[in-house]
T-cell receptor, first 111, second 112 residues
């Protein structure tokens, strides 16, 4: 079983829909990252959070440390949001300088 | 803005060749990372470096080595390329190990 599990693996929605991508992890963590990868390869960091909730534009990330779960929400989705979204966690002590990545969720927003 | 550049976007090499992938960052970051990304496996850490001439193995270092002679440059070396090293290679840098990482555009390497 992977340390970081994302769901769903693939998601297709219509423009304007509210999107939720989930990330569950099995180890204690010091931080969780959400990343975005557009076709062509480049990866951009969206959020780094260790508790609560963060918001940037139409993107919202939440984390529940007790339940070892995080969600990424996109409001009023747009075709330009089509990308792979990747969750990554940083351990507490051993290996804390390394990130462990989920396999990614491929999001497609149709106009 | 932080800029991380990689020497090639696409590279085709033959089995047994020595391959150099270079990564340069312009924000004086201490930490640099090399990952490979494969379908179904996600991103996996090959090596990272937290200072000049310092390196640590990641999760899949076999078949790779690295070099960090200058702070801004981190090179990944495939001593003798094999077909199972065909992959997307991504470099990243960060101010500290505990900050967000900034990624380069990636190099898609094909070994024939």
């Amino acid at each position: 079983k992977n340390e970081v599990e994302q769901s769903p693996q693939n998601l297709t929605a219509q423009e304007g829909e509210f999107i939720t991508i989930n990330c569950s992890y099995s180890v204690g963590i010091s931080a969780l990252h959400w990343l975005q990868q557009h076709p062509g390869g480049g990866i951009v960091s969206l959020f780094m959070l260790s508790s609560g909730k963060k918001k940037h534009g139409r993107l919202i990330a939440t984390i529940n440390i007790q339940e070892k779960h995080s969600s990424l929400h996109i409001t009023a989705s747009h075709p330009r949001d089509s990308a792979v979204y990747i969750c990554a966690v940083r351990g507490l002590i051993q290996g804390a300088q390394k990130l462990v990545f989920g396999q990614g969720t491929r999001l497609t927003i149709n106009p | 803005d932080v800029k991380v550049t990689q020497s090639s976007r696409y590279l085709v090499k033959r089995t047994g060749e020595k391959v150099f992938l270079e990564c340069v960052q312009d924000m004086d970051h201490e930490n640099m990372f090399w990952y490979r990304q494969d379908p179904g496996l996600g991103l996996r850490l090959i090596y990272f470096s937290y200072d000049v001439k310092m390196k640590e193995k990641g999760d899949i270092p076999e078949g790779y080595s690295v070099s960090r002679e200058k702070k801004e440059r981190f090179s990944l070396i495939l001593e003798s390329a094999s077909t199972n090293q065909t992959s997307m290679y991504l470099c990243a840098s960060s101010y500290s190990p505990y900050n967000e990482q900034f990624f380069g555009p990636g190099t898609r390497l094909t070994v024939l």
